[in-house]
C-alpha cells in the first residue's frame, strides 16, 4: 500500500472533496477502533480514515448504556454449556469464549504499556461473574457444569454454593426477602470483569487521531464502489455541510455495527448473498442509587426460559462508569425493522433480496422460540418487568429503577441448504481478495472484538500475516496458542493482565 495525505481538516467546513486512504473504517464502535490501532502498530506507514455517521464514537452498541459492560468469559453465561440428552454438559463453546477473552485482555494489557489506553480504571473493573439457578433439577445442572468446568486452568478458582448462608453473605441484595429454604445454588468466579466499551472505544480513536489517522464524524457512507483496479471508492455524505465526499481507499472494514449488512450488500460482494438481518431492540433497568448498588457486587446471570434465545438471559449486573457504580437488570426484548439505534424504519425491508428471501422466510418458519419470546416481551408493562427483576432481588422498589433503552441487535441470518438459520454469534464477511471485510451478528459482541479483528487481518492480508508475526506475539502473547493447552502459559498471562489491568 502506499502512503496518502490525509490532512486533517478544521470542522465543519473543510472537508477535502476527495480523500485518497490506505485504510477506510466504517463507523467509530469498538470493532473499527480495535482494527484501527492493531494496524496503526503494525504498519504506522499506512493512512487510515475512520468516517462515523454520528456526532462523536461509541453513540450505539459500544455505548455503556447500550450494552451490558461484562467481560464475556463464559464464566457465568450459561447459555454457553448446554445440557446434552445423555445429561452431560458441553462446554467447548464456553472455552472458546474464554480463550477470546485472554485476546482481549491481553491487547489492552498491550495497550496500556504503550500509551494507546489510558487509566485501566476507566474502562475495566473486577467484578465477580456468577452463574444463578433455582430448583432441585437446576442445581443438579450447575453442579455438573461446574464439575466440568472446574477442571480447566481458564476457569481456575471457580466455587459452587448451595449454602443458603455463604448466598446470602455473597448476594446480600438476592438474598433479603428471599425465603431461607429456598433452593437455590451458584457459582462464583473472582476473574470475571466489567467493561466500558464506550471508553475503551473512545481511547483508541483518539490514539489514531494523535497518530495522524483522519476521523471524521456526521460523515455517512452512502455508498461503497469497487474500481477496476480493486481498490475501492466510497460516497459520503458530509452532514455538516451537506455535500458529497469521494474517499478512494485500498482496503475497507464496515464496522457499522447494526448497518453493516446494508453497506456489504451495496458494496455487491459475493460472499454476502444469503445473509439477512433480523432486528431485536433491547431496554434495561437501571438503578443509580449508591445505597443499593452497595448491597451488590456481581454479575449474576439466570437461566433462559425453556425455548426461548440466548439473548434472553436476565442478568443482574454491576456497572462501573465513570467511576460510579450502578445496577443494571433486563434485557428486555423489543422490536423495530430499524438496524441501528439511530436508524431508518426501512433498514429491514430494503434489506430484502431475492437471495435471501428464503433463507428469511425459513426463519419466519422455524424460529417460534424467539418470535414467543419477543410477543411475550412487548406485552411486558413497567410492572410486570420489575416483578421480572424481583425473582433476583425480592425487594426491588419500583422508584428506584429507571427503564433505558438499549443499542440494537441485529442477529445474523444465513442461507442452510434451501432455507436459512438464525444465529446468535458475530459473524466476518470478506471479499475473497481480501479489499473488504465486515463484521455482522452481535454476540459475544464487544469482548471479542480482538478476536474478530484478529480474524479480520488473517483474511484479508494474508501476504501480510507472516511479516506480522512477531509484532502480532508482542500484542497478543498466546496469538495461535490455545491456552487451555499451556496452563503455565496461561498463568504467566493472568498474572501480567491482572497487574496492567489493575484487576490483582
Ligand atoms: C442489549 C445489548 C447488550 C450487549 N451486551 C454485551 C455485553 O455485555 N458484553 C459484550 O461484550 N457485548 C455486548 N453486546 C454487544 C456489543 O455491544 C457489540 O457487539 C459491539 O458494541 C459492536 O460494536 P461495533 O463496533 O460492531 O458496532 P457499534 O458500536 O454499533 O458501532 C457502529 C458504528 O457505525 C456507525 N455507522 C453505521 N452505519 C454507518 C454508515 N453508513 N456510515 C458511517 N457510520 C456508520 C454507527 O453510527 C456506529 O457508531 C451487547 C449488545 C446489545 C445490543
Not at 425455548?307 to 465513570?322: C, E, K, Q, W, Y
Not at 454469534?425 to 472484538?449: H, M, Y
Request: aromatic fraction near 8%; proline fraction near 6%.
Amino acid at each position: 500500500m502506499t502512503s496518502s495525505a490525509n490532512v486533517p481538516a478544521a470542522r465543519p467546513s473543510a472537508t477535502p472533496e476527495r480523500i485518497t486512504t490506505d485504510v477506510l473504517l466504517v463507523g467509530a464502535g469498538i470493532m473499527s477502533a480495535t482494527l484501527g490501532a492493531m494496524l496503526k502498530t503494525l504498519e504506522p506507514d499506512w493512512s487510515i480514515t475512520l468516517l462515523e455517521r454520528l456526532d462523536r464514537p461509541a453513540r450505539e452498541s459500544s455505548d455503556p448504556w447500550n450494552n451490558a459492560g461484562t467481560g464475556h468469559s463464559a464464566l457465568c453465561e450459561l447459555n454457553y454449556t448446554p445440557q446434552m440428552p445423555d445429561g452431560s454438559v458441553d462446554v467447548s463453546k464456553a472455552i472458546t469464549v474464554n480463550e477470546q477473552f485472554q485476546l482481549s485482555r491481553q491487547f489492552w494489557s498491550h495497550s496500556i504499556e504503550n500509551g494507546l489506553l489510558k487509566d485501566p480504571a476507566s474502562f475495566i473493573n473486577p467484578v465477580p461473574h456468577v452463574s444463578f439457578v433455582e430448583g432441585r433439577q437446576n442445581i443438579d445442572y450447575l453442579r455438573k457444569r461446574y464439575d466440568t468446568l472446574a477442571g480447566n486452568p481458564l476457569f481456575a478458582g471457580i466455587e459452587f454454593i448451595d449454602d443458603n448462608t455463604e448466598f446470602a453473605r455473597r448476594l446480600p441484595l438476592m438474598a433479603e426477602g428471599r425465603p431461607a429454604d429456598q433452593d437455590v445454588a451458584i457459582s462464583w468466579t473472582d476473574h470475571g470483569t466489567d467493561v466500558d466499551f464506550g471508553a475503551l472505544t473512545t481511547q483508541y480513536i483518539d490514539h489514531l487521531s494523535d497518530e495522524g489517522a483522519d476521523v471524521l464524524y456526521n460523515h455517512h457512507v452512502k455508498n461503497l464502489e469497487r474500481n477496476s483496479d480493486g481498490s475501492w471508492t466510497a460516497k459520503v455524505k458530509d452532514k455538516d455541510v451537506g455535500r458529497t465526499v469521494t474517499v478512494h481507499a485500498r482496503f475497507v472494514f464496515v464496522g457499522a455495527g447494526g448497518g453493516a449488512i446494508t453497506l456489504l450488500q451495496k458494496a455487491g460482494i459475493p460472499e454476502i448473498r444469503g445473509f439477512a438481518g433480523f432486528p431485536v431492540s433491547g431496554e434495561f433497568i437501571r438503578c443509580t442509587d449508591e445505597a443499593v448498588a452497595e448491597k451488590h457486587d456481581a454479575k449474576v446471570y439466570g437461566m433462559a426460559p425453556v425455548g426461548a434465545p440466548p439473548m434472553s438471559v436476565p442478568h443482574l449486573d454491576t456497572r462501573v462508569i465513570d467511576g460510579r457504580r450502578s445496577l443494571l437488570f433486563g434485557p428486555y426484548a423489543g422490536w423495530t425493522p430499524k438496524f441501528l439505534k439511530e436508524g431508518s424504519f426501512t433498514d429491514l425491508p430494503f434489506s430484502i433480496r431475492a437471495h435471501n428471501l428464503a433463507p428469511m422466510a425459513a426463519v419466519g418458519v422455524t424460529s417460534w422460540g424467539l418470535i414467543k419470546y419477543l410477543v411475550l416481551e412487548l406485552a411486558k408493562t413497567r410492572k410486570a418487568k420489575v416483578n421480572n427483576l424481583r425473582e433476583f432481588a425480592p425487594l426491588a422498589q419500583d422508584d428506584d429503577w429507571e427503564l433505558i433503552t438499549a443499542g440494537q441487535r441485529v442477529q445474523v441470518v444465513r442461507k442452510k441448504g434451501h432455507g436459512g438459520a438464525l444465529e446468535f454469534g458475530t459473524t466476518v464477511v470478506s471479499a475473497a481478495d481480501g479489499s473488504i471485510a465486515g463484521l455482522l451478528g452481535a454476540s459475544p459482541g464487544a469482548s471479542t472484538a480482538v478476536s474478530a479483528m484478529l480474524d479480520v487481518l488473517e483474511r484479508c492480508f494474508p501476504s501480510r500475516i507472516g511479516t506480522w508475526e512477531s509484532k502480532l506475539k508482542d500484542l497478543v502473547p498466546s496469538y495461535g496458542v490455545d491456552l487451555s493447552d499451556n496452563p503455565s502459559l496461561l498463568e504467566d498471562l493472568r498474572l501480567y493482565t491482572n497487574r496492567t489491568l489493575g484487576l490483582d
